[in-house]
């Protein structure tokens, strides 16, 4: 997968690169397949996703480890995405997590935009309810995270099948 952030010492953040406007990554977690997934969007909204799952030649019909889809945004993905970055995103948290636990190696979600003259982050671990998104715009995280979530997993079902 390409290395679409780095991480700026001086500042103690991570920088997506100027290219991109948006940028959300996958990771399942400790699982057997080991699924991460990568998509990318530029600002003329053109987007690339980029799946890679461990093992995963043996599953595929076309015996690859890794899939990639280039497109250009539309329908309910640019819908939410635009919902998304019109919200007062900046008032999100960096991090939503177990207030009272930690789990290692559980899926999450990170979330990098270039809106503002910081790479602004978010980043959501897996199985929060949504009771814990209480304001209009963490409902609108949450929905827009659910929503690219079964996006990916739809991508994944299609690559095993190809």
Known sequence: ME???KFNEKENR???????????SKYDGFTERLLRAQLTINYDYEYNLELSAYQHERKTRNKSSFFTEIGTLSGQLLTYLESFLESDYLTLKEIYDYETF???DIGSQQYLMNLEPKTTKIGIIDGLPVEYFKSDTEKIL????EYLKDWVEEKYR???DK
């Open 14 to 24: 991570i920088i997506l690169d100027d290219k991109y406007l948006f940028a959300f």
């Open 3 to 5: 290395q679409i952030a």
């Open 158 to 160: 299609n690559w095993l």
């Open 102 to 104: 930690q789990i290692l």
């Open 142 to 145: 949450y929905k827009f995270n």
